[in-house]
């Protein structure tokens, strides 16, 4: 049974194709890896402990927040 299964019968995506996927988004390779280690070490389980079902979705609004943490805020300008 060595795979743990996702719902529909999917299993975790591998390393290669998560970093792929965030490089097709504009993102690096390193962005990749924390989103990839994170979900991983969470058995790819969400906050409520539900099996991720789509992970191309989690890691879409993962990389929303990273660029989000890149851009600075207008607002906070001290000039």
Request: glycine letters at 8%; charged letters at 30%.
């Given at each position: 049974m060595g795979k743990s299964l996702l719902f529909r019968g999917e299993t975790p995506p591998s390393l290669n194709k998560v970093k792929g996927y965030f490089?097709?988004?504009?993102?690096?390779?390193?962005?990749?890896?924390?989103?990839?280690m994170f979900y991983q070490f969470k058995q790819w389980r969400s906050k409520k402990g539900n099996l991720i079902t789509n992970w191309k979705s989690l890691a879409s609004g993962w990389i929303m927040s990273a660029i989000r943490m890149q851009t600075p805020d207008p607002s906070s300008n001290t000039q």
């Open positions: 490089t097709q988004k504009g993102q690096n390779e390193l962005e990749a890896e924390h989103f990839f």
